[in-house]
Each structure stands twice: as C-alpha cells, then as structure tokens.
C-alpha cells in the first residue's frame, strides 16, 4: 500500500464498514478485481474529514456505515469490461432496473477514471446508533436510477430528509456530494487530484 494510504478502521473509531466489491453483493454480481480483502482504505486526508464526519453524525445519534473508498484502477477496468459484456440478468433488477448495462458510464454511474482511485472519494450511509439499523435513504447502494440522483422524485418526505443529514454531515466535513449517488462523496482537497492509483487492497 502506497505510504500516504491507511485503512480506514485503523484510523477511525467505531466506523463500520461492508466493502461491497470484495463481496458477491454488488453490480457485477462476484468480487471485483483488486479488492483481496473487505476492508475500507483511503487517503490519511480522507481518514481526517470522516473522523470529523463521524464525530457530526453521532452527534445527530447517526453512525457512518462505509461501502467503498479507494478503488484500485483495475477494479475500474474490470467494471468497464462488465458493462460490454452480454446482459445475465443477474443484478439488473436490484442495480440498474431502467437501464441497459452498456449505459451504466454515459448515464454518469461509473467513471473510466474514478475519484476513488485518486484515494479522495467515499461511499456511504447512516445507521443509527441507538439500533445500530440503517437510515432509509429511499434506494440502496449503486441503484444505477435517477431515483438516486440528489433531489429525486419517489422517494418519502423522511428519505429526502435523511439524504439532507447526510449531505449536511459531509459538506461540513470537507466533502463535495456528487449529483448522480446520494452515497458519494469526493474530499474538497485531494492530496492526490490527478494521480490514479492501482495497488491491491489486501
């Protein structure tokens, strides 16, 4: 691991985590290439701004459940095979419903050259910390639909409300929310703003 990077659970206290692409549950349907093992890693800058994040959750009685941090650039080739690859039908309900798998980079949902590789972007969610559930956020993690879009239409009052604590929580921590995922969101300051990176995480 390159010196400047760390994982994230070493730095932070009390963070959750599932790292989807080291799993089966994600978009592509198996683990995705450079993911060895289900730990969150990211920048020491990145690991600053989700201390104070998490520190602004739980004082609103929200924990910080993370789902993807850096992301190794062969993880990003391996979506962009994915996606020219014949439809399976596999995860298309529950990821990308009202869209063709050859879309998913036009439409803005995957990046030939992502912020996750640079070590700046994050994705995640609240639990609450009294249950340790999830917020509702009216659409789970990589739904591919506009129904994810900051904003969205079809989504309850509470929802809408939950996404806006999350917003809160991060652009007060240093971040900037991205217009397409209510779940991702890229560090103000990047130490590393045009390098992408492509070591394992293991």
């Not at 985590?17 to 450079?34: E, H, L």
């Not at 992301?71 to 439809?87: G, H, I, N, T, Y």
């Amino acid at each position: 691991m390159k010196s400047d990077f760390v994982f994230v659970d070493e730095l932070i206290s009390g963070i959750r985590w599932d790292a989807k692409y080291a799993t089966w549950d994600n978009f592509t349907g198996k683990p995705v290439d450079g993911y060895a093992a289900n730990r969150i890693v990211g920048t020491r800058a990145l690991c600053e701004a989700l201390e104070k994040a998490r520190e602004n959750a739980a004082s609103l009685g929200f924990g910080l459940l993370l789902w993807d941090g850096y992301r190794p650039q062969c993880a990003v080739d391996c979506f962009l095979r994915w996606s020219k690859q014949p439809e399976d039908g596999r995860t298309k309900q529950k990821h990308y419903p009202n869209i063709d798998r050859s879309e998913i980079i036009e439409k803005g949902y995957v990046a030939a050259k992502s912020g996750h590789s640079r070590g700046g972007a994050i994705d995640l969610t609240l639990y609450h910390l009294a249950s340790g559930t999830l917020v509702p956020m009216g659409g789970d993690f990589d739904l591919m639909d506009s129904v994810s879009h900051h904003g969205a239409h079809g989504i309850s009052q509470a929802e809408a409300r939950n996404r806006q604590y999350l917003c809160s929580i991060m652009e007060a921590s240093g971040f900037i929310s991205y217009a397409c995922e209510w779940w991702h969101y890229t560090l103000k300051h990047e130490p590393y703003p045009n390098t992408y990176f492509d070591f394992l995480i293991a």
